[in-house]
């Protein structure tokens, strides 16, 4: 999988930014449950731990509580979560 440790490295460091005071709790926790017991869980199956991630983000960003400069945030690493799961059932 061409590349795809250091994209997910990436996606883990910008989902660090929602552990900031102004998300509530509930977000904050959902977002590193997100990295830390799938994305970055290399016992699961890629397309398991991108398709969980996605998931958790998708809840993340329906919470009316998400205040609004994270919802782009989180529009954007769904959107390259799924890209690379696009990638991950090609191979």
């Known amino acids: 999988m061409p590349n795809f440790d250091?994209?997910?490295?990436?996606i883990s460091q910008v989902l660090s930014q929602l552990d900031?005071?102004?998300?509530?709790?509930?977000?904050?926790?959902a977002s590193k449950d997100a990295v830390e017991k799938w994305l970055l869980?290399?016992?699961?199956d890629?397309?398991?731990?991108?398709?969980?991630t996605a998931s958790i983000?998708?809840?993340?960003?329906n919470d009316p509580n998400?205040?609004?400069?994270?919802?782009p945030l989180c529009l954007?690493?769904?959107a390259t979560?799924?890209?690379?799961?696009n990638e991950v059932s090609r191979s």
């Open 46 to 52: 890629m397309d398991v731990r991108l398709g969980m």
């Open 41 to 44: 869980n290399t016992k699961k």
């Open 20 to 29: 900031d005071s102004q998300v509530p709790r509930n977000i904050r926790l």
């Open 57 to 61: 983000l998708d809840d993340i960003f």
């Open 6 to 10: 250091s994209r997910i490295q990436q």
């Open 76 to 78: 954007q690493i769904q």
């Open 66 to 71: 998400l205040p609004t400069h994270y919802g």
């Open 81 to 85: 979560l799924e890209s690379m799961l």
